[in-house]
């Protein structure tokens, strides 16, 4: 049972299937480092003292735990 409507999906799975592979590469690194992006961007307001250096030692430590370590 489908709770939320998806009205675009067919669109959506249109599109992806006409991409090539390069360019469903490319779509991937972009969404990574957009995620990326906004999990600094939620670590800068949730501590705005913070430098730059540990901003990123907090994401590493946040993103950790999230790493596939069978490879």
Do not use: W
């Not at 009205?7 to 990326?36: C, G």
């Not at 501590?47 to 490879?71: F, S």
């Amino acid at each position: 049972m489908d709770i939320k409507e998806r009205p675009n999906h067919q669109r959506y799975v249109q599109i992806l299937r006409s991409m090539t592979p390069e360019q469903k590469l490319q779509k991937a690194f972009e969404l990574a480092d957009f995620a990326r992006e906004l999990c600094l961007q939620g670590l800068r307001q949730a501590h705005p003292g913070a430098t730059e250096q540990e901003l990123t030692k907090l994401y590493v430590e946040r993103i950790t735990p999230c790493h596939n370590r069978n490879y």
